[in-house]
């Protein structure tokens, strides 16, 4: 007899994502500065993009309120910025 899945959608494994993001790092720190090939360009573009969503804001674009604050550290690190995040990466 055969078992059917669970669930139609795969689940996101989290350390494996983490473990492709840290792969990227390793291979960006061993282009040289020169590299103008495609695949290189590619790397620095992602890691460009991580530093921007890893970094915090500049200071004109700092929420002042901690209400703010909350509200923005929410976004950035769960719900909608993090599916936005997992979207950009494929």
Do not use: C, F, Y
């Not at 923005?72 to 936005?84: A, E, P």
């Amino acid at each position: 007899m055969q078992q059917r899945p669970r669930s139609p959608h795969t689940p996101i494994r989290w350390l494996h994502q983490l473990a492709n993001l840290m792969a990227q790092v390793s291979r960006a720190e061993r282009i040289s500065s020169g590299d103008e090939s495609l695949q290189a360009r590619r790397l620095r573009q992602r890691m460009a993009l991580a530093q921007r969503v890893l970094d915090p804001l500049p200071v004109p674009l700092r929420p002042s309120l901690w209400s703010e604050t909350a509200l923005w550290s929410g976004l950035r690190w769960g719900g909608v910025g993090l599916l936005l995040a997992l979207w950009l990466k494929r």
